[in-house]
């Protein structure tokens, strides 16, 4: 696939020389910092050291408030409380995040997941019936709810009250709840719009420990599942979620809980973790669970600290994810023939592809790597239960919940954000739906957004990759969108005659520039085999990638992740 390089364009010089003299950094560290609106040493001391002080006052959201005494009296009053979550891993770790503090204040508590395959998305009726059941008073629900108009009021006339904690996209009509938290609805002071179902939940909490003298340093050892949700739900990272990821990512490394301790050892993660460790090697298999089996068997790992029961899970949820990726192949390859072989659908800005017997549990995915090898909005849907429900997902600057929405007549129901949504139809309603979406999206998405873009922060040589410049460039982590781990472009490069293919697919390169030789770079270009050409060309060419240290038997080197390469006349026309 060809990309489009776009380098961003430098900020004031001058400032770009003083932040950097008053930080004891170089240019180019400075300018990354600029490129954040982050201006000032003040502003850079609060980048580089997030403080748990500086968290926004939870009663700023509203409802905060009413929510609060509802959870304080039914704690007094010895109240059935149930917690509800939905299965993926924003809402089993909202629901352990909840669950697991509720419980160890003694409080009357339990937790609820909906099963993907008979119940769904979100707030169902068949948990509030169970809810019913079991004489539970309070429901709160996580991760979900803000659209749930009519289950809402089912629970409400069996007498049950409900607490929203959602992040979604609200609808035209807020649910009669008895309090709803939800930084999106307009009419919310909260300052910052951007927390994930969990965050919700951890501010709901942190409402509760400040009204009624708790230790708030007791609350903040739940972070780790703040953070692995903050990941793995690709909510920004910026503001109070870069700060509450910051210290999550903390805890997990210094104290995990034993669930998350099982899930390391058995995917051998590294001793540290970093978030993209979390988003590739924790969120995976937590949300394999709820895909394959049930997204319980995830909050029971997740709450648990019973040897016997973490091996026991922590196994079962491996298998869960080595399953999942074997249906993930399976039905990406089935999905790419079904579009290759329709002229119709290759020539289209959209892909919609439904398939009866696909795996509900893995058409998120599956969405996700259409979008990928095409590179334009996508759904996948599969029939379940009678109707044929399904993911989009969708590329960067399109809002695919709009389009989606245009079409809502279509739908019996749908939900999500700019970039990946749910939604559910009568399978008759898929041919309509498909071109009416298609119609959609080609009315109002940009030529433009459908290649591929990469976006660079910097032209750099070689030689001004430091230790120092590495040791900088890592305390700007966690890295994740709105502030995504910055790429580099290095113009004038030639090989040393030492790159080599790997496995047929992928380029291990040694390379440097023409106008210094001294300085040699290595690095990995996965998937870019048929780079060599350009290596091998005798012209100059240009590397566009991300700086890591490679470490090995306790020696570090500084080598470069490869996004893409080309020739330099070429790179210099983006």
């Excluded at 949820?317 to 290759?346: G, P, V, W």
Aim: contains cysteine.
């Amino acid at each position: 696939m060809e990309y489009k390089w776009s380098l961003k364009k430098g900020g004031d010089v001058e400032l770009t020389k003083e932040l950097a003299e008053q930080l004891n950094i170089g240019e180019d560290l400075a300018s990354l910092l600029i490129n954040r609106d982050i201006h000032s040493f003040e502003e850079a001391r609060s980048f580089f050291r997030p403080d748990l002080s500086t968290l926004h006052d939870p009663f700023l959201m509203k409802d905060m408030d009413k929510a609060v005494r509802r959870l304080t009296l039914a704690i007094e009053e010895s109240e059935n409380i149930l917690v509800y979550g939905d299965y993926d891993v924003d809402g089993t770790t909202s629901v352990s995040l909840v669950y697991s503090f509720l419980e160890k204040i003694n409080a009357n508590v339990g937790f609820y997941i909906p099963d993907r395959y008979k119940e769904g998305y979100g707030l169902s009726y068949l948990g509030i019936d169970f809810a019913e059941e079991n004489g539970i008073d309070l429901m709160i629900c996580l991760d979900c709810g803000i659209k749930a108009v009519d289950k809402v009021k089912y629970a409400k006339d069996k007498g049950i009250d409900i607490i929203i904690c959602d992040h979604h996209r609200p609808g035209k009509t807020v649910p009669d709840a008895y309090a709803v938290l939800d930084a999106k609805q307009k009419d919310c002071p909260y300052p910052y719009k951007e927390l994930c179902g969990c965050g919700v939940g951890f501010k709901l909490l942190q409402g509760f420990v400040e009204t009624n003298g708790y230790d708030m340093q007791d609350l903040y050892k739940y972070l780790d599942l703040v953070s692995i949700a903050i990941g793995a739900d690709i909510v920004p990272i910026t503001g109070e979620n870069r700060t509450l990821a910051y210290y999550g990512l903390k805890v997990i490394n210094e104290n995990p809980r034993p669930g998350i301790k099982a899930l390391m050892d058995i995917a051998k993660a590294p001793k540290e973790m970093t978030i993209t460790d979390v988003v590739f090697i924790i969120g995976p298999r937590i949300n394999a669970a709820g895909r394959i089996h049930t997204g319980a068997r995830a909050v029971e790992l997740l709450v648990s600290d019973e040897e016997e029961t973490l091996k026991k899970l922590s196994v079962e949820i491996d298998d869960f994810n080595t399953r999942r990726k074997t249906l993930d192949k399976s039905i990406t390859r089935e999905a790419l023939e079904m579009i290759a072989n329709d002229s119709q659908l290759m020539n289209a800005k959209s892909s919609v592809v439904f398939k009866r017997d696909w795996h509900k549990g893995v058409v998120g995915i599956v969405a996700s790597r259409l979008t990928e090898h095409y590179y334009r909005p996508t759904i996948v849907l599969t029939e379940n239960d009678g109707k044929a429900t399904g993911s989009a997902r969708s590329v960067k600057h399109f809002d695919v919940y709009n389009a989606i929405e245009k079409c809502s007549d279509l739908l019996e129901n749908f939900g999500g954000h700019k970039y990946a949504a749910g939604l559910t139809m009568k399978v008759e309603n898929i041919q309509a739906f498909q071109e009416r979406f298609e119609t959609a999206v080609a009315g109002s998405i940009n030529s433009d957004w459908l290649t591929p873009e990469i976006s660079i922060e910097r032209e750099i040589d070689f030689e001004r990759i430091t230790p120092k410049f590495i040791n900088v460039l890592n305390q700007m982590a966690p890295f994740g969108p709105g502030n995504m781990k910055p790429v580099f472009v290095t113009h004038n490069c030639q090989n040393t005659a030492y790159s080599k293919i790997l496995k047929e697919s992928h380029l291990k390169l040694y390379v440097n520039q023409i106008n210094s030789p001294q300085v040699k770079m290595g690095g990995i270009a996965f998937g870019m085999a048929d780079k060599m050409k350009i290596l091998e060309s005798g012209k100059p060419f240009s590397v566009a990638y991300q700086v890591y240290e490679n470490e090995w038997q306790g020696n570090k080197k500084i080598e470069i992740m490869v996004k893409d390469i080309k020739l330099m006349e070429d790179a210099l026309q983006n």
